[in-house]
């Protein structure tokens, strides 16, 4: 598949979910706004996965109740 990490990478994973479902989007503004091209609303979401030498670490992830 290409190459692996080794120790010591963060990865930040950052999808955007639409409400339409379509996924087309248009980058505005000085490169850092996105906006859909059907005008529906989205959400960004964020995690970082640590690459450690004991393995994947999420720290970004809450547990649920």
Same mark, same amino acid.
């Given at each position: 598949?290409?190459? #692996?990490?080794?120790? %010591?990478? $963060?990865?930040? &994973? =950052? ?8 996924? %087309? ?7 850092? #706004? ?8 989205? $959400?960004? !979401? =964020?995690? #970082?996965?640590? &690459?450690? =030498? ?5 720290? #970004? $992830?809450? =547990? !649920?109740?």
């Amino acid at each position: 598949m290409g190459s #692996t990490a080794a120790g %010591a990478v $963060a990865l930040a &994973i =950052e999808p955007l979910g639409t409400g339409s479902g379509q996924d %087309a989007c248009q980058v505005a503004g000085a490169g850092r #706004t996105l906006r859909t091209n059907d005008g529906f609303r989205a $959400a960004h !979401v =964020e995690h #970082t996965v640590a &690459i450690t =030498e004991d393995g994947p670490r999420v720290p #970004t $992830a809450r =547990e !649920v109740p």
